[in-house]
């Protein structure tokens, strides 16, 4: 899962546990509100029945003071709105027949579900009654009594409720939102840095990354440019190493080749010539047991020089710097198409200009050539063998030799092998800087070398 996603699915679980206690606080908060209307309402009635009282008491001295409240003067239009909605307030001691006198609590909102009507008063608890005197001075004055309306409440609760959480429902959309815009724009440089370390797998080491303004991006790009670097220098050492280690390689095979064309040409040819002359001193003496060992003796020898002909010309300098690499290649594949009919069809298919192609890119692609070539003949049992060499113009300038056969194997066993000879052209092709990948082709195993012209 990406970072992003990640980081806004947390965010987005905080804000729903912060929406879910904003919900519950916003629940309490509005029970209670009901309490504190209560006590307001109490208070107020108290104060207006209060101011009656004395009024009362002034004009109408000759009553007993038990009897001045209620008059019918308080159960006014002006008290009503004293009282707040979904409270009833009543006079102690009350008078028969009088009910309390309550508060407007028609169109307080959308009626509450039934879940919630019975949850809240289960764990909130019940509103209890306030009870305030009408004269602190006088206690024949009585009381008020103010009780909440219980449908009423829930209802009132319920309205707040929703009104808290639209504002909250509202705020933590836009902090996801916003939020999630900023994680997306803190984490977009973590792309560039992906797509170097893409590059860097492909060989592009020296990768420059713009600078970051987080610190700790920064300091991931400063350690992956670093590396980069790092990379690119081994790789520069690891190539001019190999390229020292062929040269020197060259070098021995080519002092190889005249070792053997010194020492052991020369000793074939004496014993060639030996042979001959037994052969014919016994011809003439009528010796047919010693002339038919001679005979055998010359054959095997033939045999051996043909044998360090075909070693000579593999060790000795390649073709490419006497003929150039088109005409050494014409001349590889004819070679091997004349060594014997039986041998597969080999298909030479040459593409783009090869004439200035030179140096140590024409030597490598001539190996790599003759080594698949050689594999494929001698490993095999293809019937069908083709040989593609193409030149890539344009800002990527580079060599493709590609080999395929029909003589089935395992690609992934030959990838993986230690041999001399695939080890060799793999280690020509690195210190050329290029690549090398063996596939399963159709019917048997495609070998491709891509190699730099710039090189």
Known sequence: MRLVLQLVARLLLIVVLCLGAATVWATFDAYRSVDRAIAASAQRVAQALQALYWRELLLRSSRAREHLLPVPDWRTLETVKLISPGVCVEFQPAVAFEKPLCGQSEGLG???????????????????EVIRPVSPRAASAGTVVATPDGAAAVSLAWEYILNVIDVALLMAAAIALLASLAIAHALAPARTIVTALQRMARGQYRTKLPRFRSMELAMIGSAVGALGNRLEEATEQRAALTRRLIEIRDDERRALARELHDEFGQNL????????????????????????????????THHLMASLRDALKRLRNPLPKELGLEASLVNLVDSWRSQSAARPTIQLDLRGDLTDISGPAATTAYRVAQECLTNALRHGVAREISLRVERRAGEDDALLIRVEDDGGGD??????????????IRERVTAAGGSLSILPARGGLSVAATIPLAA
């Open 110 to 128: 959308k009626a509450p579900p039934r879940w919630f009507a019975a949850i809240v008063p289960t764990f909130l608890g019940s509103h209890a």
């Open 269 to 300: 040819s004496a014993i060639l010539a030996f042979a001959n002359t037994i052969e014919t001193a016994s011809t003439k003496d009528n010796s047919t047991g010693i002339a038919q060992d001679a005979r055998m003796i010359s054959q095997a």
């Open 411 to 424: 690609a992934a066993r030959v990838a993986q092998s230690a041999g001399f000879g695939l080890t060799g």
